[in-house]
């Protein structure tokens, strides 16, 4: 079971300019959750997904944030145009459907963005 | 919404003694309460969870409590040993069948286990 998988690992970029962050949850769970981590506001959920569809984007923190998943193996965040208060850790988490009896959250690496 | 605390927010502690984190939500709903432990520069990990229908949780030299009345549950670590140290989240969640269920998460406890 190779895990949640992130890329890339470390982000450095411009202010203004696009970032996309990418996600591959393990193969089976069938839900996937965003997260945002910096040492002022802690981990906060940014959007979650439960069979490929947005269930809460309630986190999103501005328009300038989006998240799709296209299919069962892959998510994306992307931030466009990006800002230097953006800096932060973005992990990806999936869990596996509920009926299997396991709840729990298994989180990937993290990518380190940071905005110049 | 959900809202969880969590105190203390660093913990410092000799080896083998015990260290116990603490957290309250808001939610009478939520029924699922996991503890991650985060080390440097890896994502969370589940270490430990339990449900509204317990009261107590142990896992060797980890133990969870859960007061439904009080809306407090507490993560207790015996023992102590250096590879403890890492930052602790507690969570809490209304989680209902089909998955999909969001945590919301404490502002996490940095423990330090000293030699």
């Known amino acids: 079971d190779a895990g949640v998988i992130q890329s890339p690992r470390h982000e450095v970029t411009e202010m203004g300019q696009e970032v996309t962050l990418r996600c591959k949850p393990i193969?089976?769970?069938?839900?996937l959750f965003w997260y945002r981590q910096t040492m002022m506001r802690g981990l906060e959920l940014l959007i979650y997904?439960?069979?490929?569809?947005?269930?809460?984007d309630s986190g999103m923190p501005e328009d300038r944030f989006s998240a799709k998943m296209p299919n069962a193996s892959f998510s994306t965040l992307k931030i466009q145009p990006s800002e230097p208060r953006d800096s932060a850790v973005y992990f990806c988490?999936?869990?596996?459907?509920?009926?299997?009896?396991?709840?729990?959250?298994?989180f990937g690496p993290g990518t380190r963005l940071t905005v110049l | 919404g959900e809202n969880v605390e969590q105190h203390p927010s660093t913990l410092s502690v000799q080896e083998g003694d015990s260290a116990v984190i603490k957290c309250t939500y808001s939610?009478?709903?939520?029924?699922?309460f996991p503890w991650y432990k985060q080390e440097l520069g890896k994502g969370p990990q589940l270490i430990i969870d339990?449900?509204?229908?317990?009261g107590e949780k142990k896992d060797q030299r980890i133990a969870v409590t859960l007061n439904k009345t009080a809306k407090h549950f507490s993560l207790h670590i015996t023992e102590t040993q250096p590879e403890d140290s890492a930052v602790y989240f507690c969570?809490?969640?209304?989680?209902?069948?089909?998955?999909?269920?969001?945590?919301?998460f404490g502002t996490g406890t940095q423990l330090k286990v000293e030699l």
């Open positions: 988490a999936s869990s596996p459907p509920g009926t299997s009896g396991r709840n729990e959250q298994f």
């Open positions: 193969s089976g769970h069938n839900s």
């Open positions: 997904f439960n069979n490929n569809v947005p269930i809460d």
């Open positions: 939610d009478s709903a939520s029924n699922y």
């Open positions: 339990i449900r509204s229908n317990v």
């Open positions: 969570a809490a969640s209304n989680q209902l069948t089909g998955g999909g269920n969001k945590l919301t």
